[in-house]
């Protein structure tokens, strides 16, 4: 009763459960680079990498969202470190540890991971999908060192180690699972010049098909695509496909993308990252549906708020942090280490949320923002940024500085499901900052919470 009573009070400390929608990553936690795996208690497994800062990528921690349902998410916190006490010896820049992967091998739960400033590659085991991942060691990879390692394991056992940058590289796995087969060591299984590959490999198979995912240089020289090559064999030759999501417009800042793609509960999902703060890191975990040719070919799909849930319910409070699309100044920020908001804002900028059920009708909205000594406001279209106007909310000159506050606007009715678009005015440097907003019928009586 004792261990029960101290596993259940440490759970308060280390687990984290949230909503689902995008990002699945909770407020105040940046986890990116996400790496699905359905284990066999029937959850989601994602592991990435950790940021802590708008001015480098990752940290010296990893933490893992984990589901049964894809609506609510558990986080287990720190459950592999490098942090100072473990490691006095060592540089800052060699505590960093990049984008990781994970592998069920002998029995144990195998965590990959890489430390560029250190040029190397290590694994550590658990008993659990969770951790703790102890005995670290060092992978054999010397003379091969690059980024972002991932595993596979075929039908027929074998495991495949997968890493690279630029050119990718597929070894065998000895059975110890902290060493490579050198021997076996294939180079250039994808690269740039022919398949647009940048790093961040992950491979699945599907039916006889293998599914190599990557982060994407195709597109305005930025790898902001996931994008995808296939094989009938793990190691190749494979041919170029296309690209499955490309995160641009995320974040006014944006470089890269790095994920995944599952099946979970007869559904297959690409896991991706968005970026915030203005920054190319500070990234957050989100996930979308998607769907396969006859061809085994994978349809594009475009970033959205509701992500592997229906549309988001307009008559509840949706949180401004949920945007999937930036254009301009704007930016999604913490405020504090718990909560964030979309801030930034200046004239002609733009935010988007897909998608919105309006039901039968709304016609007003309150939105929680906090204003500033200049006037503004929004105009809100829906579907396109061009699309049907359906009204204006106009931020007053602040009365409460530094204060939120919720304003209630009249609109055009708005039924049915569609994507909005909220297209600020006002003078450059407004200080405007939003918190989140919620639909109405007039007629229904308007309860919100207090202007806290």
């Given at each position: 009763m004792l261990l029960k009573y101290l596993l259940t009070i440490l759970g308060f400390f280390f687990l984290v459960t949230i909503y689902g929608q995008n990002p699945i990553s909770p407020e105040g936690i940046f986890i990116a680079d996400p790496s699905g795996h359905v284990w066999k208690d029937g959850r989601l497994y994602i592991y990435g990498s950790l940021d802590k800062s708008p001015n480098y990528f990752c940290s010296s921690d990893y933490h893992i969202l984990s589901s049964s349902n894809l609506m609510n998410w558990v986080v287990s916190k720190n459950i592999f470190s490098l942090e100072e006490k473990n490691n006095p010896n060592k540089s800052k820049q060699e505590k960093i540890l990049y984008a990781p992967d994970c592998g069920y091998i002998n029995g144990k739960y195998c965590l990959f991971y890489c430390q560029p400033g250190a040029e190397a590659e290590g694994v550590a085991e658990a008993n659990t999908p969770i951790g703790p991942f102890l005995n670290a060691k060092k992978m054999n990879i010397y003379g091969h060192n690059q980024i972002d390692p991932s595993i596979f394991t075929d039908n027929d056992g074998k495991n495949y180690y997968i890493w690279g940058q630029f050119d990718l590289k597929i070894a065998e796995l000895k059975p110890n699972s902290t060493e490579i087969d050198s021997s076996t060591i294939f180079n250039n299984v994808i690269t740039e010049k022919?398949?647009?590959f940048h790093e961040g490999a992950f491979l699945t198979k599907k039916n006889d098909t293998y599914y190599l995912i990557y982060a994407h240089m195709g597109r305005k020289d930025k790898p902001t695509c996931l994008g995808y090559s296939t094989s009938k064999s793990p190691i190749g030759p494979y041919q170029y496909r296309g690209v499955i999501i490309d995160n641009e417009g995320c974040d006014p800042s944006n470089w890269n993308n790095h994920g995944s793609i599952v099946e979970f509960q007869n559904q297959w999902y690409v896991l991706y990252h968005r970026a915030t703060h203005g920054s190319q890191s500070?990234?957050?975990?989100?996930?979308?549906?998607?769907?396969?040719?006859?061809?085994?070919?994978?349809?594009?799909?475009?970033m959205t708020s509701q992500g592997a849930g229906k549309p988001l319910i307009?008559?509840?409070?949706?949180?401004?942090?949920?945007?999937?699309?930036?254009?301009g100044n704007a930016r999604i920020n913490s405020i504090n280490p718990s909560t964030e908001v979309v801030?930034?804002?200046?004239?002609?900028?733009?935010?988007?949320?897909?998608?919105?059920?309006?039901?039968k009708g709304v016609d007003s909205i309150s939105i929680k923002i906090k204003t500033s000594e200049k006037e503004g406001g929004f105009n809100l279209h829906i579907d396109k940024p061009w699309g049907e106007w359906k009204g204006y909310v106009h931020f007053p000159k602040s009365k409460q500085k530094n204060k939120f506050q919720y304003i209630h606007y009249k609109i055009n009715p708005i039924k049915g499901v569609h994507a909005i678009y909220l297209k600020f005015y006002g003078g450059n440097n407004t200080g405007f900052e939003i918190d989140n907003f919620i639909f109405h019928q007039s007629k229904n009586k308007i309860s919100m919470p207090n202007n806290d």
């Amino acid at each position: 009763m004792l261990l029960k009573y101290l596993l259940t009070i440490l759970g308060f400390f280390f687990l984290v459960t949230i909503y689902g929608q995008n990002p699945i990553s909770p407020e105040g936690i940046f986890i990116a680079d996400p790496s699905g795996h359905v284990w066999k208690d029937g959850r989601l497994y994602i592991y990435g990498s950790l940021d802590k800062s708008p001015n480098y990528f990752c940290s010296s921690d990893y933490h893992i969202l984990s589901s049964s349902n894809l609506m609510n998410w558990v986080v287990s916190k720190n459950i592999f470190s490098l942090e100072e006490k473990n490691n006095p010896n060592k540089s800052k820049q060699e505590k960093i540890l990049y984008a990781p992967d994970c592998g069920y091998i002998n029995g144990k739960y195998c965590l990959f991971y890489c430390q560029p400033g250190a040029e190397a590659e290590g694994v550590a085991e658990a008993n659990t999908p969770i951790g703790p991942f102890l005995n670290a060691k060092k992978m054999n990879i010397y003379g091969h060192n690059q980024i972002d390692p991932s595993i596979f394991t075929d039908n027929d056992g074998k495991n495949y180690y997968i890493w690279g940058q630029f050119d990718l590289k597929i070894a065998e796995l000895k059975p110890n699972s902290t060493e490579i087969d050198s021997s076996t060591i294939f180079n250039n299984v994808i690269t740039e010049k022919e398949h647009f590959f940048h790093e961040g490999a992950f491979l699945t198979k599907k039916n006889d098909t293998y599914y190599l995912i990557y982060a994407h240089m195709g597109r305005k020289d930025k790898p902001t695509c996931l994008g995808y090559s296939t094989s009938k064999s793990p190691i190749g030759p494979y041919q170029y496909r296309g690209v499955i999501i490309d995160n641009e417009g995320c974040d006014p800042s944006n470089w890269n993308n790095h994920g995944s793609i599952v099946e979970f509960q007869n559904q297959w999902y690409v896991l991706y990252h968005r970026a915030t703060h203005g920054s190319q890191s500070m990234r957050k975990a989100c996930i979308e549906p998607i769907y396969f040719e006859a061809d085994g070919s994978i349809k594009e799909v475009e970033m959205t708020s509701q992500g592997a849930g229906k549309p988001l319910i307009a008559t509840d409070t949706i949180e401004a942090r949920r945007t999937c699309m930036i254009n301009g100044n704007a930016r999604i920020n913490s405020i504090n280490p718990s909560t964030e908001v979309v801030n930034g804002i200046l004239a002609n900028d733009y935010i988007v949320f897909k998608y919105l059920d309006f039901g039968k009708g709304v016609d007003s909205i309150s939105i929680k923002i906090k204003t500033s000594e200049k006037e503004g406001g929004f105009n809100l279209h829906i579907d396109k940024p061009w699309g049907e106007w359906k009204g204006y909310v106009h931020f007053p000159k602040s009365k409460q500085k530094n204060k939120f506050q919720y304003i209630h606007y009249k609109i055009n009715p708005i039924k049915g499901v569609h994507a909005i678009y909220l297209k600020f005015y006002g003078g450059n440097n407004t200080g405007f900052e939003i918190d989140n907003f919620i639909f109405h019928q007039s007629k229904n009586k308007i309860s919100m919470p207090n202007n806290d």
